[in-house]
């Protein structure tokens, strides 16, 4: 679903998730991490993955500040009790 139809039905989907969820549906927030707004959706939608934007993924051995961000969402994942997918895996140098 497209983000923007997201925000215009936020009030159905506080519904729905629920529901699909008791029917094995699992959810998660994509991109997480890219913006403030993804802390936003975990607290209103009972999510089971963050998938961290490739962005800090890809470049966690070269910068510091993304390295923190990752290991903040997954620390925020673990204490939530959502796993997390990482979105960009680098190769290893030759």
């Known amino acids: 679903m497209p983000e923007q139809n997201i ?9 729905i998730i629920p529901a ?19 802390f936003n959706y975990i607290k209103q939608f009972p999510v089971h993955f963050l998938k961290i934007d490739s962005s800090l993924i890809e470049r966690i051995n070269e910068d510091n500040i993304d390295r923190i961000s990752v ?13 997390t997918i990482a979105k960009f895996v680098p190769t290893r140098p030759a």
């Open 20 to 38: 699909l969820s008791e029917l094995e549906f699992r959810f998660a927030v994509d991109d997480f991490g890219a913006g403030f707004g993804s």
């Open 7 to 15: 925000v215009r039905n936020i009030d159905k989907l506080k519904l």
């Open 71 to 83: 290991r903040s969402i997954v620390e925020i994942a673990v204490d939530l009790n959502m796993q």
